[in-house]
């Protein structure tokens, strides 16, 4: 059963017994409704008494961040109704909608007659408890995933601690060591002589000194080198209670050495400039291919300033492709002039270098020669120009009078090209009749209709008579459907009728 007490229903009895605890203290009633709350879960809420009387615990602000949490106490108020008592933890919301963790009890009242009377709800904050065993399991999971062999042992050499890569790679558990002498450790059993010298590092270093040497370790059948290194760990007050024992495999140093020689082999031998900089656009490496751009071996260049090997327009500026992705922490790319030795047009990219924390700490970039692509591009265009100009002949048929047949897609370029080449023509000719043939575009939307009104009514301006021909209906349906006025323009279906009236034009 449940403790007995009579509350009565004097709220002061309960605002002086209860307001000054720094718990949470709350009194229910069987079925969960509020009658009292302590000031201090109410300061915590922000709200007062009067937000809560009334209401099911449940319903309360402290539980309104979650329906599983309001859940978890109505399913609490039901079993302590039933008489029992309850302890767990849970969060609780606070004034800021943050959450913290306190240990929630709740126990049953009984009057004197053994009648369910209250229900007494409590909370004390344990956040920092939680907090504080966290961090310590967190420091231990560090400890445990060491890549470093690490053992702690008190001063007379007695092993109290052994990281998890320890264990696994010794194949030993850790109850079966703790308490064992170092130097007995299974690791040293290959030599006497070893152990003997293992005691008197551990003895010698409980008085202060330090060690760092290379040993052999024994694993299964097999020795291995380490670097063993063995240190006091001192207190606040500089006493010293622990010793601590690290060893890292050397043969998986060096392995892990050769994969990172070969990876800057693969660097140094790429054929475009690699260039690596710190955050004072130091450069910290460059490839030989980088250093050969600008005349120069790889040593000479590391240690001077980006700016001071490189010569580009941005080089030197806040434009400098390095210091935009370390402002902006990210890659870009971009494209520049290099003058070297010898002047080409570059591609560019740049990255930003991070730490193991994700801090950026530099720059990597690489270089590619595009000036070969840069003339491929100009020639490209000058030949689209001519195959332009080719493809939209604009041809004298008869004197005064031009022919301009349209073959092809319209698009924007083309057809101000092709404006630009009929004006000039009409000029030069002396034009009085341009006919713009059109059965060789294959269709005509918005754009092109657009397009071909401009041109019309630029030839009309220079005082040409301007005749379509070739419009064919669904040509003609697409201009009328978008509203282009060619009341004032001739059409003809043919070109053969349009050369019909073009040329008795002129000859008036």
Same mark, same amino acid.
């Given at each position: 059963?449940?403790?007995?007490?009579?509350?009565?229903?004097?709220?002061?009895?309960?605002?002086?017994?209860?307001?000054?605890?720094?718990?949470?203290?709350?009194?229910?009633?069987?079925?969960?409704?509020?009658?009292?709350?302590?000031?201090?879960?109410?300061?915590?809420?922000?709200?007062?008494?009067? #937000?809560?009387?009334?209401?099911?615990?449940?319903?309360?602000?402290?539980?309104?961040?979650?329906?599983?949490?309001?859940?978890?106490?109505?399913?609490?108020?039901?079993? $302590?109704?039933?008489?029992?008592?309850?302890?767990?933890?849970?969060?609780?919301?606070?004034?800021? +909608?943050?959450? &913290?963790?306190?240990?929630?009890?709740?126990?049953?009242?009984?009057?004197?007659?053994?009648?369910?009377?209250?229900?007494?709800?409590?909370?004390?904050?344990?956040?920092?408890?939680?907090?504080?065993?966290?961090?310590?399991?967190?420091?231990?999971?560090? %400890?445990?995933?060491? /890549?470093?062999?690490?053992?702690?042992?008190?001063?007379?050499?007695?092993?109290?601690?052994?990281?998890?890569?320890?264990?696994?790679?010794?194949?030993?558990?850790?109850? #079966?060591?703790?308490?064992?002498?170092?130097?007995?450790?299974?690791?040293?059993?290959?030599?006497?002589?070893?152990?003997?010298?293992?005691?008197?590092?551990?003895?010698?270093?409980?008085?202060?000194?330090?060690?760092?040497?290379?040993?052999?370790?024994?694993?299964?059948?097999?020795?291995?080198?380490?670097?063993?290194?063995?240190?006091?760990?001192?207190?606040?007050?500089?006493?010293?209670?622990?010793?601590?024992?690290?060893?890292?495999? &050397?043969?998986?140093?060096?392995?892990?050495?050769?994969?990172?020689?070969?990876?800057?082999?693969?660097?140094?031998?790429?054929?475009?400039?690699?260039?690596?900089?710190?955050?004072?656009?130091?450069?910290?490496?460059?490839?030989?291919?980088?250093?050969?751009?600008?005349?120069?071996?790889?040593?000479?260049?590391?240690?001077?300033? $980006?700016?001071?090997?490189?010569?580009?327009?941005? $080089?030197?500026? #806040?434009? $400098?492709?390095?210091?935009?992705?370390?402002?902006?922490?990210?890659?870009?790319?971009?494209?520049?002039?290099?003058?070297?030795?010898?002047?080409?047009?570059?591609?560019?990219?740049?990255?930003?270098?991070?730490?193991?924390? +994700?801090?950026?700490?530099?720059? %990597?970039?690489?270089?590619?020669?595009?000036?070969?692509?840069?003339?491929?591009?100009?020639?490209?265009?000058?030949?689209?120009?001519?195959?332009?100009?080719?493809?939209?002949?604009?041809?004298?048929?008869?004197?005064?009078?031009?022919?301009?047949?349209? &073959?092809?897609?319209?698009?924007? +370029?083309?057809?101000?090209?092709?404006?630009?080449?009929?004006?000039?023509?009409?000029?030069?000719?002396?034009?009085?009749?341009?006919?713009?043939?059109?059965?060789?575009? /294959?269709?005509?939307?918005?754009?092109?209709?657009?397009?071909?009104?401009?041109?019309?009514?630029?030839?009309?301006?220079?005082?040409?008579?301007?005749?379509?021909?070739? &419009?064919?209906?669904?040509?003609?349906?697409?201009?009328?459907?978008?509203?282009?006025?060619?009341?004032?323009?001739?059409?003809?279906?043919?070109?053969?009728?349009?050369?019909?009236?073009?040329?008795?034009?002129?000859?008036?």
């Amino acid at each position: 059963m449940g403790a007995k007490m009579d509350l009565g229903e004097d709220e002061a009895f309960y605002s002086k017994l209860l307001n000054d605890m720094v718990t949470f203290v709350g009194v229910l009633s069987p079925d969960g409704t509020v009658i009292f709350v302590n000031n201090a879960p109410l300061e915590l809420a922000g709200i007062t008494l009067e #937000d809560v009387k009334g209401k099911k615990f449940y319903d309360t602000y402290w539980w309104a961040y979650s329906e599983d949490a309001r859940e978890r106490i109505k399913a609490d108020i039901a079993t $302590c109704a039933g008489g029992k008592r309850l302890i767990h933890e849970i969060q609780v919301q606070t004034a800021d +909608g943050s959450l &913290i963790w306190i240990e929630f009890s709740m126990h049953p009242v009984f009057d004197e007659a053994g009648n369910l009377r209250y229900l007494v709800a409590e909370g004390r904050d344990v956040s920092e408890k939680k907090q504080a065993l966290e961090d310590a399991q967190q420091k231990v999971a560090y %400890l445990d995933n060491m /890549p470093t062999y690490m053992a702690v042992t008190d001063l007379e050499g007695r092993l109290q601690f052994t990281s998890a890569v320890t264990i696994e790679k010794f194949g030993i558990k850790l109850e #079966d060591v703790l308490g064992t002498r170092f130097d007995q450790m299974p690791w040293w059993e290959y030599s006497e002589e070893i152990q003997q010298k293992m005691k008197d590092v551990y003895e010698r270093a409980a008085k202060g000194e330090k060690f760092e040497f290379e040993v052999d370790v024994k694993m299964g059948e097999d020795l291995y080198p380490i670097k063993y290194t063995c240190e006091p760990l001192r207190d606040e007050n500089g006493n010293i209670y622990a010793l601590l024992h690290t060893g890292t495999r &050397i043969d998986e140093l060096r392995a892990a050495l050769d994969d990172a020689k070969e990876k800057v082999m693969y660097l140094e031998n790429a054929p475009i400039p690699i260039i690596a900089v710190d955050k004072d656009i130091t450069i910290k490496f460059i490839n030989r291919a980088g250093a050969e751009a600008m005349g120069m071996r790889p040593e000479d260049a590391i240690g001077k300033k $980006c700016y001071e090997v490189f010569d580009t327009p941005e $080089c030197g500026t #806040d434009r $400098c492709c390095i210091i935009q992705i370390m402002d902006q922490g990210r890659a870009i790319r971009g494209e520049t002039h290099l003058r070297g030795v010898k002047e080409m047009d570059i591609q560019f990219t740049c990255a930003p270098l991070v730490d193991d924390d +994700g801090n950026i700490i530099g720059g %990597l970039k690489y270089i590619a020669d595009i000036t070969d692509l840069k003339r491929l591009m100009k020639e490209r265009e000058r030949l689209s120009e001519e195959i332009m100009r080719v493809s939209t002949p604009v041809i004298e048929v008869w004197e005064k009078v031009l022919l301009l047949p349209l &073959i092809g897609t319209l698009e924007t +370029g083309r057809a101000e090209q092709i404006m630009e080449r009929l004006l000039g023509a009409i000029v030069k000719q002396g034009a009085e009749a341009v006919i713009l043939d059109v059965s060789g575009i /294959p269709k005509i939307d918005a754009d092109v209709a657009q397009h071909l009104v401009k041109t019309v009514r630029a030839a009309q301006i220079l005082g040409s008579r301007v005749i379509l021909t070739g &419009i064919r209906p669904d040509m003609a349906d697409t201009i009328t459907s978008i509203g282009i006025d060619l009341t004032d323009v001739d059409t003809r279906r043919t070109l053969r009728e349009g050369l019909m009236d073009a040329i008795p034009l002129v000859e008036k």
